[in-house]
């Protein structure tokens, strides 16, 4: 029969063996990673996902493997990770939608993002800038809300219930000015009516305004960020305005619920110092991307569920339906 000095010592071997075993990070990776992502190649998050994965690669010594799976506002490669097996090999590069959005907007997403996958870095943000032509009549942004009471204004947006469309409806909560929602399939062809002259104004992101504000093709009156864009310094915030304005367009990575700790916290050790690397973070910034280096678990996490909480009452408050 064991004794009590052996029933302490086996109890204290197996809970050190279950430590070891739920930790999970002594060797991980030991094969490929993929980072699956909702938006096609090319795309902004599929550009910032590829330079995640060649650093992560060099750092950890695996091939970790952008898995590009497009389809219903992203939800589709949420839902893909959702369903994986909690082991780290299947992670998921997210814009904000797929997991702070979606569901207030799908009747049935077929899995519940906030619970069944657990955000455990951010990896940039990156404000939307409300552009206008550069003949338009508004300078500033007091001079837009002016022009915007005295006649109707069209605004476009890259389609229901995407990011500048969000934004756009946030601006008319909090200055009570009239615009016109125009959608359209994708940002592109938003901007494209932009410069043509078919619409006013748009909500857009600097990946894909940028270029545009730099030629003068396009004027910037304000961003959408609680404060203002580094690369566009003399630019105002919105909320320098109206006091708590944030409609930052933000990426992230997330896993499965149940990923053991220590691959989660791994994992985010390497995303932070991805973004302090001066290579790294010149790259991040030259395609609009503002680096968020000091993101932990818990600040990820945090800071997903009040975006939840935001998109949720501005979704409500709107009207915001899918057509």
Not at 57 to 66: E, M, T
Not at 117 to 141: E, F, K, W
Not at 236 to 249: K, L, N, Q, R, W
Request: net charge positive.
């Amino acid at each position: 029969m064991l004794n009590r000095r052996h029933m302490l010592a086996a109890a204290v071997g197996a809970l050190s063996q279950g430590a070891r075993a739920d930790d999970g990070a002594a060797d991980w990776p030991h094969r490929a990673v993929k980072i699956i992502l909702g938006f096609p190649a090319g795309q902004g998050s599929d550009v910032a996902a590829r330079l995640y994965a060649a650093e992560l690669n060099k750092a950890l010594g695996q091939p970790f493997v952008v898995d590009n799976r497009p389809g219903a506002g992203a939800t589709l490669a949420a839902r893909d990770v959702a369903k994986a097996p909690p082991d780290g090999y299947s992670l998921l590069f997210t814009s904000s939608g797929p997991l702070t959005v979606a569901p207030h907007l799908y009747a049935n997403l077929g899995f519940d993002p906030m619970r069944e996958l657990d955000t455990m870095a951010l990896v940039g943000r990156s404000p939307l800038i409300l552009l206008v032509r550069s003949d338009s009549p508004a300078r500033t942004l007091p001079e837009f809300v002016a022009l915007a009471g005295r006649r109707e204004l069209n605004c476009g947006s890259g389609g229901n219930g995407v990011t500048n469309h969000l934004a756009l409806e946030m601006f008319r909560i909090v200055s009570g000015i009239s615009l016109v929602h125009v959608p359209y399939k994708g940002a592109a062809p938003a901007l494209n009516d932009l410069m043509g002259g078919q619409i006013d104004t748009l909500f857009e992101t600097t990946s894909a305004a940028l270029t545009h504000v730099r030629s003068g093709r396009l004027r910037a009156l304000a961003v959408t960020s609680p404060t203002r864009y580094s690369e566009l310094p003399n630019v105002p915030a919105v909320a320098e305005f109206y006091s708590g304005f944030d409609a930052t367009a933000w990426a992230a990575v997330a896993v499965p619920r149940g990923t053991p700790r220590g691959i989660v916290d791994k994992l985010a050790l390497q995303l932070g110092k991805c973004q302090l690397d001066p290579s790294m973070r010149e790259r991040l910034i030259q395609s609009g991307i503002e680096p968020t280096p000091n993101s932990t678990p818990s600040i990820a996490k945090a800071y997903a569920s009040a975006e939840f909480e935001k998109w949720g009452r501005i979704i409500r408050q709107a009207n915001v339906k899918l057509t």
